[in-house]
């Protein structure tokens, strides 16, 4: 059963850049589905990026180009690196893991989550 603890989130300014950690229990990045997402107050939560097993990463069309999701496998650590951030980026940001090392879109459940981190972005 995976654990997930995020970090790493904070108040920025438009066009700051922020990174995300997720630091995961056992050998999880190498091994599962890893994601994440996002929910904003009053929104559904949504998907940001996806990193599967073998290293292919998929990210939503709002945060391609600006986002990059990456994850150091020795330190079972799954990252968000975001650049030029937005206010509509502002959200709680989760962590999600699914035990299977293909992703098969952001629709798929996820059976394990993170607490989460806040970003707020300001203009």
């Known amino acids: 059963q995976a654990q997930l603890v995020e970090s790493g989130g904070g108040s920025v300014q438009t066009g700051g850049s922020l990174r995300l950690s997720c630091v995961a229990s056992?050998?999880?990045?190498?091994?599962?589905?890893m994601a994440w997402f996002r929910q904003a107050p009053g929104k559904e939560r949504e998907g940001v990026a996806l990193?599967?097993?073998?290293?292919?990463?998929n990210y939503a069309d709002s945060v391609k180009g600006r986002f990059t999701i990456s994850k150091d496998n020795a330190k079972n650590t799954l990252y968000l690196q975001m650049n030029s951030l937005k206010p509509e980026d502002t959200a709680m940001y989760y962590c999600?893991?699914?035990?299977?090392?293909?992703?098969?879109?952001?629709?798929?459940?996820?059976?394990?989550w993170g607490q989460g981190t806040q970003v707020t972005v300001s203009s």
């Open positions: 999600a893991a699914e035990n299977r090392k293909y992703c098969v879109g952001f629709q798929a459940g996820f059976a394990y």
């Open positions: 056992s050998a999880t990045t190498s091994t599962y589905c």
């Open positions: 990193d599967n097993a073998y290293g292919v990463t």
